[in-house]
């Protein structure tokens, strides 16, 4: 695990692959997803800030939940607690947060954006002072897992389309998985990869991820695992 910091306000920390955020205000710190190994994920970002910490989750995919239980709650989309208590099997309370929400943490506002397709609840962070958007798995150029059945193509089109419309707000995005930072310029061959994609015209090879065996879509800008 590295813990980096990437101004006076933000820290990332990468975990086997998977990224999440520790983001201060003047009054409040927040943990952005908790990660895939890092069960003392609180007592991580406790090193890292004096402020009291609250943890918001973009999704509840497991490598993004794994340090939750060290927390009383969190923040998550309705949407997802499918994913988190039914498929993930988790516990805990979950403070609900919805498409324009904003979560201050003293002199610092985040709006929360819903980008449901990659999982029900996605959704990502827009911090408009400092032009970035937190995105989650949804906007990324690694590999975008887009199948079983919390995944949904038509939404997870329709979710790249609303970023593509605000992308005048951002100038970095800052997302969970591959190459940090990315610039909005992304979107739209992600978008375009994404619509092919649906139709069956990318290129495609199988793999074996963990046993199974699931195609691999080349978008050029990323890669979509589908099944």
Not at 44 to 67: K, R, Y
Not at 117 to 135: N, Q, R, Y
Request: proline letters at 5%; hydrophobic letters at 40%; a negative charge.
């Amino acid at each position: 695990m590295e813990i980096i910091r990437i101004d006076s306000q933000n820290w990332r920390i990468e975990d086997e692959g998977v990224r999440f955020f520790l983001l201060e205000g003047k009054e409040k710190a927040l943990l952005v997803d908790s990660g895939m190994t890092a069960h003392n994920a609180k007592e991580i970002a406790e090193g890292l800030t004096s402020l009291p910490i609250s943890l918001l989750n973009t999704h509840a995919d497991p490598d993004h939940i794994a340090g939750n239980d060290g927390f009383d709650s969190f923040y998550m989309n309705p949407a997802e607690t499918l994913n988190y208590y039914n498929a993930q099997k988790r516990n805990g309370k979950f403070i609900p947060v919805e498409d324009g929400d904003i979560i201050n943490l003293g002199n610092r506002e985040l709006k929360v954006i819903s980008i449901p397709g990659h999982t029900p609840g996605s959704i990502a962070l827009l911090d408009e002072e400092m032009k970035v958007l937190i995105s989650g798995d949804t906007v990324q150029d690694g590999d975008i897992y887009m199948f079983g059945l919390m995944r949904e193509f038509n939404a997870y089109i329709a979710s790249l389309r609303k970023l593509e419309m605000m992308s005048d707000q951002f100038t970095s995005i800052w997302p969970s998985h591959g190459s940090f930072p990315l610039s909005p310029d992304i979107i739209p061959p992600l978008l375009d990869g994404a619509e092919r994609c649906l139709k069956g015209e990318l290129e495609e090879e199988e793999i074996d991820l963990r046993g199974m065996t699931i195609l691999r879509a080349d978008a050029a800008v990323a890669h979509f695992l589908i099944s």
